[in-house]
Nanobody, 125 residues
Framework: QVQLVESGGGSVQAGGSLRLSCAVSGYTYSRNCMGWFRQVPGKEREGVAHINRANGRTFYVDSVKGRFTISQENAKNTVYLQMNSLTPEDTAMYYC??????????????????WGQGTQVTVSS
């Protein structure tokens, strides 16, 4: 089993930046793809960014390309999401997730094995 704990959410004005962190513990070797998802009430959970733990290959949804960067620090078992040029449309609960399959197979899906509790991001205009 893998445990995920997100941090770094908060409130920011449009144009600002936030960095989310996801601390990963447990059987981390069994998980190949790490992802950040977001969800607003009444809408489906959306995959935002993913990273393969083995080779660092990244995947982004079109709406965040050029603004968000996913990265990992293996020594700390931590995955980050740097979010720049934030807009009110980025307001959501952000979740970290892990899956045993590689991101090439999972980055368009939401059936990940493990999920964190989420951290709220609110962007005001």
């Amino acid at each position: 089993q893998v445990q995920l704990v997100e941090s770094g959410g908060g409130s920011v004005q449009a144009g600002g930046s936030l960095r989310l962190s996801c601390a990963v513990s447990g059987y981390t070797y069994s998980r190949n793809c790490m992802g950040w998802f977001r969800q607003v009430p009444g809408k489906e959970r959306e995959g935002v960014a993913h990273i393969n733990r083995a080779n660092g290959r990244t995947f982004y949804v079109d709406s965040v390309k050029g603004r968000f960067t996913i990265s990992q620090e293996n020594a700390k078992n931590t995955v980050y999401l740097q979010m720049n040029s934030l807009t009110p449309e980025d307001t959501a609960m952000y979740y970290c997730a892990a899956d045993r399959l590689p991101c090439e197979l999972q980055y368009k899906r939401a059936d990940f094995d493990d999920w964190g509790q989420g951290t709220q991001v609110t962007v005001s205009s």
